[in-house]
């Protein structure tokens, strides 16, 4: 009996001592006095410890690590009143509920700092800018809460609003002039990878923004970033949860003044999958070909038994060539967000909270494409250059195309915290198809002169994604000062091309410009081709990061961590050609393929016409790769009392590579990154940033391998090359940022960068005199560049404008390549003023952005203009003399409006490319310009409804 009571006095003063030691926290809510609606990013500040939160897009926010006692909170929030909660008591590990109804009136700002705690809200405009004033890093920053003003459907649509960075047509990122190798793509903390055929750039127009909470674009290096950052990373940050249940669906229906409703859009008989978006079955290789039985030379039957074959492997693939004209429909899209932390029973004085989360979204969209007055043409010297007054044509086509495509995106998440640990399981799958009819009409230059010319394309796309993660967040130390972070992801990728059919031809005219004759004949055109064309690539990626506050005088946080990635990939092409043996050509593709025309024999067993199929396949239209990558990183961050604070480091990378194609390559390298970063705080909201970081710009798989491939019909080929080595470029920044009031925001700026061999497209000549590109080291290169961004309220303007927010940025970039030594060669023995440097490509010398928000609380009404410019850039630098090709600006102009409807709904209104802009890329020379590429974009009149459940106050 004694000692029972003895063992029982000591676990009750145990329990005691830890309650007591145990911190508590405060929660509450912050809502409209008038409309009791929740107010989002106002700040609550514990006015005796500074401590503070930024409230969540349910008015809700929550205070940690609060010692026990009694305290005076503060909330403040722009263009309302400031209002006090005086003598709040917070018991050990108890928590204290506060909550505040504040009223439209004259606003102070609260001259405190913002300590955003670990389950801050960072799809708030307010806690990323937060974050941004005291990161030690060169960054922007995009908070969904913004990505909703601008009514931005995906990612590649919200990210054109950020300083320096222009979205390719080919989804390609340009940030600080810089792309494919120079960027990466982080989603939830890890790097996507590209399922691309042509290029390593991730497929952003087919991400929803429904799913993310915000964008960081990191434009400086840092040893726990990966080391080929030479342009910027830009990190993703999954759609997160609090332990209120967010609930949101939306419809968004668009009319594109161009492709909606209109009669002509194009089409080709392919499946009834195609809607579903699984038509790619039934376009699979026939079994001969997969058996390797079709010849391989384009060769006349000799035997009866050779004829007799070569027909029926030719009948083993389908005569689907004519394309027709249909209706198409308006595009939509659909999302569904649903999640929750879910708090679990603890055991009674058992002071630790444990939470189960869930969460599930789903997105869909689908999309039709058409333009009919597009051009495609390419131009060439005939003469020499200093003899020569104009460009000559090689082919001039009307363009005329169609697409339509579909998207889906399914994650799901589950996980399980408590007030140390965190971790969660993600699994995403995401799946797209486009199904593209193109027409080209015009004329060509080939053996015999120039020739009327027509050529159609019927292209079928599915690609996707399969992403399984699991990822871990543990608080460490006494007072969770120190925290461990983990992850563990798995990518599968697939993109399958079945069956893309190409068909060409010439045609002959009257003076009233009727068609009297087609041909079918070499030296205009390839022959008809289908191209089965996969890739598969799988990837695992392992990281972990560990930070430490030692309190060692100036040393403020060390952090240490490592990765590692593997991945493989393979890509598989297959041509097969149709051999046209003195064949009648009446203007009907399948006619002239089919049965009919398939090869025969007169009465003396002598061929006297027909087609058939061969295997034009080569070995440089496949490979076979793997790459690993080995990293560990240190870095420390030193601060001193009076603002100085230095953030430094160094990072080691080993990288092994083998591609195995017609040129095969393996390498293995060591690469040391240090990086320095040291901030200055020169008063209470102002900072001054210098920095410098060596980085890398490591060449693909894709672009090791001999691969060559084209993007559309009339694209010049790619093609890879096996010697490539990685760029080295040393990279230094210069920057002020001044943050004045909450959401506000004044930064001045500028980089320069020094790219030793640096890759990029090389133009040569083949043995047709035909121009293609190759992935190839230059020498060097260097660009420096100039990056303005204003954020701001405007009520200085006066009480009406109280409710006005301009954002602004502005960038200027040049940069300096080295020509390579072949085209120098040439160059400089036609022009006598020629420089041994050109741009880089995809470089536009100038970005800016415009937006103009007003938000009318009361009625719940919120309008955005919004003007995106993007200034002239290098496309191609052709070869020799020849005139490069670049793209002319282009100024986009977007409007939305969004009303809410009572407590749960909410209608959107848009207008996009309301100034008409088009893609125009040309030919300078002599003062004239000659169109290479042209194709209207349209104008896109949109709605939109969304429900989002909101808890009751």
Known sequence: MFFKTIVTLILLITISIGGYSQPGSIRGKVVDKETGEPLVAATVVIVQTEQSAITDVHGNFLIENVKAGIYELECAYLGYGNQRVLGLRVGPGRVGFAQFRLQQGAARDLEVDILITAEAERRLEAALLKDRKLSNRFLETLSSEEILRMGNETVAEALKYIPNLAVEEDNNIVIRGLSRNYVKVLFNGVELHSWDLNTNAVSLDALPTAIIDNIIVYKSFAPDLMGNLGGGHIDLGLKSFSEDLYLKTSYKASFNTLSSFNKQFLSYQGSKMDGLGLGANARQLPDVAKAGLIQTNPQLPTTAQDLNQSNEYTQAFSNNWNSYQQTSLFNSSFDFVLGKWHKLQAPKNFRKRYSIGYGLMLTTQNSYNYYNNGQNNR???????????????????????????????????????????????????????????????????????????????????????????????????????????????????????????????????????NITAYQVEDGYGQEPSRYYRALKSNHIDAKFDASFQPRWLIVDKIKMGGRWSWADQRVREQQYRY???????????????????????????????????????????????????????????????????????????????????????????????????????????????????????????????????????????????????????????????????????????????????????????????????????????????????????????????????????????????????????????????????????????????????????????????????????????????????????????????????????????????????????????????????????????????????????
């Open 579 to 953: 051999y046209n043996y003195s064949t009648n050509f009446d203007g009907d593709a399948e006619s002239f393929l089919g049965t009919n025309n398939y090869i025969a024999w007169d009465a003396q067993q002598q061929v006297t016409s027909g087609v058939f199929v061969y295997d034009a396949s080569k070995q440089e239209h496949s490979y076979e790769s793997t790459e690993s990558i080995a990293a560990l990183y240190a870095m420390a961050d030193l601060k001193s009392d009076d603002g100085l604070h230095l953030s430094t480091g160094i990072r080691t990378e080993y990288t092994k590579l083998n591609v195995q194609t017609i040129d095969s390559t393996n390498q293995s390298y060591l690469s040391i990154l240090p990086s320095m970063l040291l901030s200055y705080k020169t008063n209470r909201d102002g900072w001054f940033r210098l920095g410098y970081a060596t980085t890398l710009g490591r060449p693909s798989m894709r672009e090791l391998s001999g691969y060559t491939t084209f993007n559309y019909i009339g694209d010049y080929n790619i093609k890879g090359a096996a010697d490539l080595v990685s760029s080295t470029i040393h990279n230094f920044d210069l920057r002020w940022e001044w943050f004045p009031r909450m959401r506000e925001l004044v930064s001045v700026g500028s980089f320069f960068k020094y790219l030793l061999n640096p890759i990029d497209h090389v133009a040569q000549i083949d043995e047709q005199q035909q121009q293609d590109f190759v992935y190839r080291n230059l020498d060097d290169a260097w660009m420096v560049g100039a990056e303005l961004e204003l954020r701001k309220r405007l009520h200085f303007l006066g009480r009406w404008a109280n409710d006005f927010y301009f954002t602004a940025n502005f960038s200027y970039t040049y940069a300096q390549v080295a020509i390579d030594s072949s085209n120098w060669r040439a160059l400089e023995r036609q022009v006598l003023d020629a420089k041994p440097y050109r741009a880089m490509s995809k470089q536009p010398n100038y970005i800016a952005n415009f937006i103009l928000n007003y938000e009318y609380k009361k009625l719940g009404i919120q309008t955005n203009l919004n003007l995106n410019l993007v200034g002239q850039k290098l496309v191609y630098a052709t070869a020799g003399a020849n005139p490069n090709i670049i793209e002319l600006p282009r100024a986009t102009l977007n409007f939305n409006l969004s009303k809410k409807l009572g407590r749960y709904f909410k209608l959107q209104l848009g207008v996009e490319n309301l100034l008409n802009a088009r893609l125009q890329r040309v030919y300078e020379f002599r003062g004239e310009q000659y169109t290479h590429r042209t194709y209207p974009l349209g104008q896109t009149f949109w709605i939109g409804l969304s429900y989002q459940f909101k808890p009751k106050v």
């Open 379 to 513: 131009y060439y010297l005939a003469q020499d250059y200093a003899s020569a007054t104009q460009l000559e044509p090689l082919v001039e086509l009307q363009d005329e195309r169609s697409n339509s495509a579909l998207n889906s995106n399914i994650l799901a998440m589950l996980g399980f915290k408590n007030n140390r640990n965190k971790v969660t399981f993600l699994f995403w799958n995401t799946h797209n198809t486009y199904k593209t009819t193109q027409l080209q009409t015009g004329k060509l230059l080939g053996n015999n002169g120039y020739k009327n010319y027509s050529t159609k394309a019927l292209l079928y796309e599915q690609s996707g994604r399969l992403a399984p993660q699991l990822k871990g967040r543990h608080k460490l130390g006494r007072e969770q000062e120190h925290e461990l972070n983990w992850s563990l992801t798995g990518q599968q990728l697939y993109n399958n091309q079945p069956d893309w059919r190409y068909f060409s031809n010439t045609y002959t005219t009257d003076s009233l410009g």
